[in-house]
Each structure stands twice: as structure tokens, then as C-alpha cells.
């Protein structure tokens, strides 16, 4: 059994073979996904709408991040385990280090994701020269969900996707490993994919990117209320929760998810 690292997504992304990342915030659901073939675990901060009920993601902590982690890390043998730095955990670098390592250290995080643009071009330039790997976050930033007005679609003027797409680059020199695109137009997704080396993961970004990534009960049709339009409900044609892993993974693998239907223009 191989470990999954930076390196592995970096190839695979080099060799056009996609992969596959999912939520998990348990040892059960992580050893599933782990089994079924998924690359990257994300321990989201998503937690804070499915785990713990609130409406957004905003109430999640530190100390709550670094047990889900936790809980995830003990058991996965070969997936990747990305942790969510949470709201107000990355408000200096020096700030934002220090969390990172609790991810890290406590935790047992291989990769943290920071949501933002320009603005935290120094703290991940910060982290990447103290040998701290980082997902960029860009698009749809559920962090700033009041500030940006809901959850709505982002680069969709071209004055947003050429923002977007500078972002991306300018992260990628700070030293980001991986992207993830949140709820923007597939073309967008087409042009920053192609226009950086590192994998760029996506989600509601439409098919042209590397991998994707679902919030695990999303994709099992547990979702409180209407699921986005970007999300399949793979249980709804599978025997078991294994199963519904093993399809969404072959499905992103053979290029059927995501379909039109799950995909803005």
C-alpha cells in the first residue's frame, strides 16, 4: 500500500489521471472512503453545519478541527489528510503557523487548507517556507459567506475571474501545493487548471479541473434541506455506503462526475 502524497497528486495530475477527495470527520467514514479508493480526506469545517447543526461553518473551532482530525488520522494507512484551518484561526502568519502545527502536530494533518486570495499570500508563503503544506481555497469562501451575500456562484463578471485566476497563480508562487475551486463557472475552472502546475481540486467548478471533492453526507443524499445543484446523490443508486464511495470515485476517475447538470456556466 503506497502513500498518497503531494507528489503522487502532483504526477497524477502531470499524467491527466483524475483524483478523488471526500469529507470525513470519524474513523468509520474515513476507513470507508480510505478503502473505497479516495485519495484525499478532507477534514472540513463543514463539521459545523453537519456534525454540530449550526448554520454555517463559523462556530467551528480550533480544538474542534484538531479532534475530527484526529479521529480521521488514526486510522488512514494511505490517504492524504487535509485539515480546514477554521474562522479567525488565520488572522496573522505567526497566528496561522501556530494553528497549522496544532493540525499538524495534535491533529495528524498532512496539508492544511486556508480560504482566501491575496490577502494570505504572506502567511502561505509563511507556512510553505517552514515546511507546512497548503491548500488554497478560492471562489466561494464559506468563511465569508455574510460578507460576500449568501452562497453565491464567484467569477462570473470577467473582473472576478481574472481576480480568481491571479489569485491562483500568485498562491501557487507563494508556495500552495493545491488549489480548490468552490462554485465557479467551468470555463474559469478550465483557465486556472491549465494555467498552474500544482493539482486544483474542485467542487460546483465544473469537470475540467483534477480531482474532485463532496461534503461526504451530501453525497449520500443526508443533506439537511435542498442539496446544491452540484451535488449527486450517490447512495441513491448504490447497495451500501461502501458502495456509494466506490461509484463516486470511479465516477470522477471515468469523467461521468461531474455531468452538465452539476456544473455552472
Do not use: W
Not at 62 to 84: E, P
Not at 236 to 259: C, L, W
Amino acid at each position: 500500500m503506497n502513500k498518497i502524497t503531494i507528489t503522487t497528486l502532483k504526477n497524477m495530475k502531470l499524467s491527466g489521471e483524475k483524483f478523488t477527495c471526500l469529507t470525513a470527520y470519524d474513523a468509520s467514514f474515513a476507513i470507508a472512503e480510505e478503502n473505497a479508493g479516495v485519495e484525499v480526506i478532507l477534514v472540513g469545517d463543514s463539521l459545523g453545519m453537519v456534525v454540530k447543526g449550526q448554520a454555517s461553518t463559523l462556530s467551528v473551532s480550533m480544538d474542534d478541527m484538531v479532534y475530527h482530525t484526529a479521529n480521521v488520522s488514526r486510522v488512514c494507512r494511505k490517504s492524504l489528510i487535509m485539515s480546514d484551518l477554521p474562522f479567525a484561526a488565520d488572522i496573522t502568519k505567526e497566528q496561522t503557523f501556530s494553528n497549522a502545527a496544532r493540525l499538524i502536530s495534535e491533529g495528524g494533518a498532512h496539508m492544511v487548507k486556508i480560504e482566501g486570495g491575496a490577502t494570505m499570500l504572506e502567511s502561505v508563503e509563511f507556512l510553505a517556507q517552514r515546511g507546512v503544506a497548503v491548500c488554497s481555497h478560492l471562489g466561494l469562501l464559506p468563511q465569508s459567506v455574510y460578507k460576500m451575500g449568501g452562497y453565491r456562484i464567484q467569477g462570473r463578471t470577467p473582473e472576478e475571474a481574472d481576480q480568481i485566476l491571479n489569485d491562483a497563480i500568485a498562491l501557487e508562487k507563494a508556495g500552495a501545493d493545491i488549489l480548490l475551486l468552490e462554485c465557479v463557472p467551468a470555463e474559469l475552472t478550465a483557465r486556472i487548471t491549465a494555467s498552474i502546475s500544482v493539482p486544483v481540486i474542485g467542487i460546483g467548478a465544473g469537470a475540467d479541473c483534477d480531482a474532485q471533492v463532496l461534503v461526504c453526507y451530501d453525497m449520500l443524499g443526508l443533506t439537511n434541506g435542498m442539496p446544491a445543484s452540484f451535488v449527486k446523490n450517490f447512495l441513491a443508486e448504490s447497495h451500501s455506503i461502501q458502495d456509494a464511495f466506490k461509484a463516486y470515485v470511479d465516477q470522477v476517475k471515468n469523467g461521468q462526475f461531474p455531468a452538465s447538470e452539476h456544473t455552472f456556466n
